[in-house]
């Protein structure tokens, strides 16, 4: 896998998850099933419905495939 390649996954959110300030803090992912990716660290980040991406730790999200 490549630098720029990612791992494709759903995740259950059991709680909404909220951006942090500055930055993110208007980005929300609700509560339940989303698609997710990885990039080449491990780190995972919820495929907003727009587009974007948001960061969650993991803590926050139970991994469902």
Do not use: C, W
């Given at each position: ?12 959110l059991p709680r909404a ?12 992912a609700e509560a339940g099933?989303h698609e997710a990716v ?28």
């Amino acid at each position: 896998m490549s630098e720029q390649e990612t791992k494709r996954l759903k995740i259950y959110l059991p709680r909404a998850v909220h951006g942090d300030f500055p930055i993110g803090h208007n980005l929300v992912a609700e509560a339940g099933v989303h698609e997710a990716v990885t990039n080449q660290h491990g780190a995972v980040s919820v495929l907003l419905a727009d587009g974007r991406l948001l960061g969650v730790k993991p803590g926050e999200f139970e991994q469902l495939q």
